[in-house]
């Protein structure tokens, strides 16, 4: 074994899991050894947010993630979200208005709608531009995504 | 041109959601970034310091005496497995590791091996290499008789007749001339009214597709397995073919969805270096790259556009010459087919009598240039657009009236002499400047922000000829699927192509199964490029639904079912087999008729089998004390024919024209001695969402393209063309200053403001 390899134990996805990973393992390679590649490496530097991973309940750069800082914590990826098999009301939305081309980047933006629409409800067209700031399209669906995170806002309203 | 009625209801001209959405939400499509296969080692290349030198020393010890390292090779490995290792689509000019020489900074020089690509990283940075450097050119038109060489010997590719005169010459930088000449555009000059004279740079950008560039090759039994994020999967596998002495049929090339392409991924990129590895170590082998890695691999060539006008009393343009400089960096990769490509439209959408161009492909130490999104278009649209706009300013008539008294209209002939059909040049124009709301009263702003617009039109011909060839097969129970090789990069192919299969066949387009690019299985496409699949490859996919159709009626009236008789697919299957048993197999394949222009005049009567149009307008706010510009409305409008998917269609003009947006207003590889010095998404900024502007509006114009899969043509470049003139014809308009260098920076609108007011900022 390699000395500097250390045993973490974690919630994933609902789910108690145990690792061996090493010092200079991020968060994203974790999850790609587990076969969870929703969050991808793109940029590397924290600053796409194609990477995008909750742990503990915040969004992070899965990049720049130490994956041994996860011991003890609950970590959620994109794959979570249909657990039940239902699609989320964000996914539903991303889907309806057509919110992604490539969909790379995708996991990450849905993500933190997510999290944007449990702390803002109801956001405005701009505070959903701030919130979004850190996460990158190349396709460019940014017309689309606003669109999508207003819808979803109406939908989670409804329910 | 016919002007058509709103779509009918029916597949072709659904909106519906892309075929894969539910996979691209979940976080559960496929991208070769995901792949991992047993046994999989991981490759990290070591790259050039220096922008062009010769290499002394490759002393490869220290990286092999680190723990985990399985390998490190050189150029010289290379050899051992295909002996004349040089890649490329118009030139065999790129070796797959440097070979005595190396061109550009970031070049491949040695590549380490480990299953843990941390450990490769690490081994990769222990090669030591030592240069002897060689004078370097860096600009296109310094190149054009710089005593640095870039090449000793000019290598074209068979693949095109019209680059074999090039073939084994010396002492040039000249990858590729071509040249037009249309009436006497010299005897125009002497008899005008005005003579117009401008220059125009473009600055060089890189695609940074979100997933970054990949390859993964796999040795099996008797050839190999590439799976590899390509945009050409049938032109990898002749290419590798090729290098390797193989027959086509033992390389096969996978291909799932693409994280972004914008032709980053074309032709042939990091494939040919994995084969060779996969082959030398008998394993798997992956080489994924970083976002720095994608700045020296492939970019949008740098331009100098030297642009000349002849206008009459009646602001008609009677001449017009064009030179145009193309930067295409060290390896000639698909530059010199942009050159001329692209190259025979340089004088814009205009009814001009006579036209010279002369356009040339340079070589320099600078990173290759090759195809991105319009193919060069967009760096011909910025000179022509600005420099019609400063005419019309200069004569003082309206731009957009200008444009309108100028226009290329249907039937007209184009540069080359072939007749205009089915272009809604005017269409798109007038679009833009109803939008716009044009002849309006304007609001010019006042103190420190001024208010300005601008507007730019653009065409484009299709790379010709070309070949698409489709599969539909029909199942036993009555499903179906397309099989083809046109490669999914986000632009919404696959759903495309099934509502083409689905409106034959008469099927929900949902339930058509569309198969990716296996070339073991899904028959040749040219590429996924230049907006090309919409046209020639949905051609392909409705003359194979249509086989399948009339096959599947043929074998119905041979088990006695009578023509008209609305009996199940899956009970003439029954009648025939006795069970629920064989298939149903439509072919189809597509190539448009085309002349190549003369090799002297550039003439051609039948240039393209169809032409892309796209406008664009903006508004704009200038901040006079800090030049910096907002935009505050976007207007872009396009003739895509009858789009198939209205919503992809509107959401690939809005994608495209915000890229080049990108372009426009900010980026720029920086470079020191060859070195890009913001290589990285820290550095080089690409639109986020607090760019796109409040007002934008997407307008597909009524027309529809003759020959065109249900009267349909591509569309992913339309909305790229307009955009830098339209924003700086609208700084011009707002403050009166003229930017002809892009990125439209707010230093340098702050620099014009400053220089006009008398009180110039200093360096």
Same mark, same amino acid.
Not at chain 2, 323 to 328: D, E, F
């Given at each position: 074994m390699n000395p500097h390899a250390k045993s973490i134990s974690f919630l994933l996805n609902g789910s108690a899991t145990e690792m061996l990973v090493q010092t200079h393992e991020n968060l994203v390679e974790l999850l790609s050894r587990l076969d969870l590649n929703g969050a991808r490496e793109s940029c590397g530097q924290g600053l796409c947010g194609c990477c995008t991973v909750i742990v503990d309940d915040i969004a992070v750069s899965g990049c720049l993630y130490p994956a041994a800082f996860v011991d003890g914590k609950t970590v959620t990826t994109i794959e979570h979200l249909d657990h039940d098999v239902q699609l989320s009301p964000v996914q539903q939305a991303f889907i309806e208005e057509g919110a992604f081309q490539c969909g790379f980047c995708t996991s990450g933006f849905i993500l933190m709608t997510h999290q944007l629409l449990e702390q803002n409800p109801m956001p405005t067209d701009e505070e959903i531009r701030d919130y979004l700031a850190g996460n990158l399209c190349r396709c460019a669906a940014y017309p689309e995504i606003i669109n999508a995170v207003k819808s979803a806002a109406g939908k989670m309203a409804r329910t | 041109m016919t002007i058509h009625k709103p779509m009918p209801a029916g597949q072709v001209g659904r909106s519906l959601p892309r075929?894969?959405?539910?996979?691209?939400?979940?976080?559960?499509? #496929?991208?070769?970034?995901?792949?991992?296969? !047993?046994?999989?080692?991981?490759?990290?290349?070591?790259?050039?310091?220096?922008?062009?030198?010769?290499?002394?020393?490759?002393?490869?010890?220290?990286?092999?005496?680190?723990?985990?390292?399985?390998?490190?090779?050189?150029?010289?490995?290379?050899?051992?497995?295909?002996?004349?290792?040089?890649?490329?689509?118009?030139?065999?000019?790129?070796?797959?590791?440097?070979?005595?020489?190396?061109?550009?900074?970031?070049?491949?020089?040695?590549?380490?091996?480990?299953? #843990?690509?941390?450990?490769?990283e690490q081994a990769a940075q222990l090669v030591e290499v030592v240069y002897e450097e060689l004078p370097a050119v860096f600009d296109e038109v310094e190149a054009m008789d710089s005593k640095a060489v870039v090449h000793?010997?000019?290598?074209?590719?068979?693949?095109?007749?019209?680059?074999?005169?090039?073939?084994?010459?010396?002492?040039?930088?000249?990858?590729?001339?071509?040249?037009?000449?249309?009436?006497?555009?010299?005897?125009?000059?002497?008899?005008?009214?005005?003579?117009?004279?401008?220059?125009?740079?473009?600055?060089?950008?890189?695609?940074?597709?979100?997933?970054?560039?990949?390859?993964?090759?796999?040795?099996?039994?008797?050839?190999?397995?590439?799976?590899?994020?390509?945009?050409? !999967?049938?032109?990898?596998?002749?290419?590798?073919?090729?290098?390797?002495?193989?027959?086509?049929?033992?390389?096969?090339?996978?291909?799932?969805?693409?994280?972004?392409?914008?032709?980053?991924?074309?032709?042939?990129?990091?494939?040919?270096?994995?084969?060779?590895?996969?082959?030398?170590?008998?394993?798997?082998?992956?080489?994924?790259?970083?976002?720095?890695?994608?700045?020296?691999?492939?970019?949008?060539?740098?331009?100098?556009?030297?642009?000349?006008?002849?206008?009459?009393?009646?602001?008609?343009?009677?001449?017009?010459?064009?030179?145009?400089?193309?930067?295409?960096?060290?390896?000639?990769?698909?530059?010199?087919?942009?050159?001329?490509?692209?190259?025979?439209?340089?004088?814009?959408?205009?009814?001009?009598?006579?036209?010279?161009?002369?356009s040339y492909s340079l070589y320099t130490n600078r990173p290759p240039a090759g195809a991105l999104r319009g193919f060069g278009i967009p760096q011909l649209v910025w000179a022509y657009e600005s420099h019609t706009d400063l005419i019309a300013r200069e004569l003082n008539i309206d731009p957009v009236e200008f444009r309108r008294n100028n226009i290329l209209r249907e039937g007209r002939p184009q540069a080359t002499g072939t007749a205009m059909k089915d272009a809604a040049i005017d269409l798109v124009l007038e679009k833009v400047a109803e939008r716009m709301n044009w002849s309006a009263p304007f609001d010019r702003g006042s103190g420190t922000i001024r208010r300005g617009r601008g507007v730019g039109i653009g065409f484009k011909a299709s790379i010709s000829p070309t070949t698409s060839v489709a599969f539909v097969n029909i199942y036993a129970d009555g499903s179906c699927a397309l099989y083809m090789s046109t490669v999914d990069m986000g632009q919404g192919s696959d759903t495309a192509m099934a509502q083409i299969v689905a409106e034959v066949l008469q099927v929900q387009a949902e339930n058509v199964r569309v198969i990716h690019p296996d070339t073991d299985v899904t028959p040749y496409d040219m590429a996924t490029l230049g907006s090309r699949s919409t046209f020639h490859m949905g051609n392909a996919v409705k003359l194979a639904a249509e086989d399948a159709r009339q096959k599947l009626e043929a074998m119905a009236r041979s088990v006695g079912v009578p023509e008209g008789s609305n009996l199940e697919t899956r009970e003439i299957f029954k009648k025939k087999y006795g069970m629920q048993a064989g298939n149903v197999m439509g072919v189809g394949s597509y190539i448009p008729t085309y002349k190549s222009p003369d090799s002297v005049t550039g003439m051609s009567d039948n240039i393209t089998p169809f032409w892309m149009i796209g406008g664009t307008g903006v508004e704009i706010e200038v901040d006079t004390e800090t030049g910096h510009v907002k935009l505050t409305k976007l207007i872009n409008?396009?003739?895509?024919?009858?789009?198939?998917?209205?919503?992809?269609?509107?959401?690939?003009?809005?994608?495209?024209?915000?890229?080049?947006?990108?372009?426009?207003?900010?980026?720029?590889?920086?470079? #020191?001695?060859?070195?890009?010095?913001?290589?990285?998404?820290?550095?080089?900024?690409?639109?986020?969402?607090?760019?796109?502007?409040?007002?934008?509006?997407?307008?597909?114009?009524?027309?529809?393209?003759?020959?065109?899969?249900?009267?349909?043509k591509g569309v992913g470049e339309s909305a790229t063309f307009g955009v830098s003139p339209a924003i700086a014809n609208a700084i011009h308009d707002a403050v009166g200053v003229r930017l002809t260098d892009l990125p439209l920076t707010a230093e340098s609108v702050l620099r014009g403001i400053r220089l006009k007011a008398g009180n110039p900022i200093g360096d």
């Open positions: - | 075929l894969e959405a539910r996979a691209k939400v979940t976080g559960r499509a #496929d991208y070769v970034h995901n792949m991992r296969l !047993p046994g999989m080692l991981m490759a990290k290349v070591v790259r050039s310091t220096v922008a062009h030198g010769r290499i002394v020393s490759i002393d490869t010890s220290a990286a092999l005496q680190l723990k985990g390292v399985f390998a490190v090779y050189t150029g010289e490995d290379i050899r051992k497995i295909i002996p004349e290792p040089y890649y490329g689509p118009a030139f065999h000019d790129q070796p797959i590791l440097a070979l005595g020489k190396v061109r550009h900074v970031g070049e491949p020089v040695a590549v380490a091996l480990a299953v #843990d690509a941390h450990v490769a000793d010997v000019l290598k074209p590719a068979g693949t095109f007749p019209d680059l074999k005169h090039l073939h084994g010459k010396k002492n040039t930088n000249i990858a590729l001339d071509f040249h037009l000449k249309r009436g006497d555009v010299e005897r125009a000059f002497a008899g005008a009214a005005h003579v117009f004279e401008h220059e125009f740079h473009t600055q060089q950008v890189m695609h940074t597709p979100l997933e970054p560039m990949v390859s993964l090759a796999e040795p099996t039994r008797d050839g190999l397995t590439i799976h590899t994020a390509s945009q050409s !999967p049938s032109f990898v596998r002749i290419e590798i073919a090729r290098l390797l002495g193989w027959p086509e049929n033992k390389v096969q090339v996978k291909v799932p969805h693409l994280g972004g392409g914008f032709g980053a991924k074309l032709y042939i990129k990091l494939e040919a270096l994995v084969a060779a590895l996969a082959l030398l170590t008998r394993r798997p082998v992956k080489w994924s790259l970083t976002m720095e890695e994608q700045f020296y691999t492939i970019s949008k060539h740098a331009t100098t556009f030297r642009i000349k006008s002849a206008v009459d009393g009646a602001g008609k343009v009677t001449g017009r010459s064009c030179t145009v400089y193309w930067n295409g960096g060290a390896y000639a990769d698909i530059g010199p087919r942009v050159t001329q490509k692209s190259g025979f439209t340089a004088p814009g959408p205009y009814d001009i009598e006579n036209v010279a161009i002369d409008a396009a003739d895509m024919g009858r789009p198939l998917n209205p919503h992809i269609v509107e959401t690939q003009l809005s994608g495209a024209a915000i890229m080049q947006l990108g372009f426009t207003m900010f980026e720029n590889m920086e470079f #020191d001695a060859g070195q890009v010095t913001n290589a990285s998404f820290a550095d080089y900024k690409i639109p986020g969402i607090h760019d796109i502007p409040p007002d934008i509006e997407n307008h597909i114009v009524l027309a529809e393209q003759g020959g065109g899969p249900f009267g349909a």
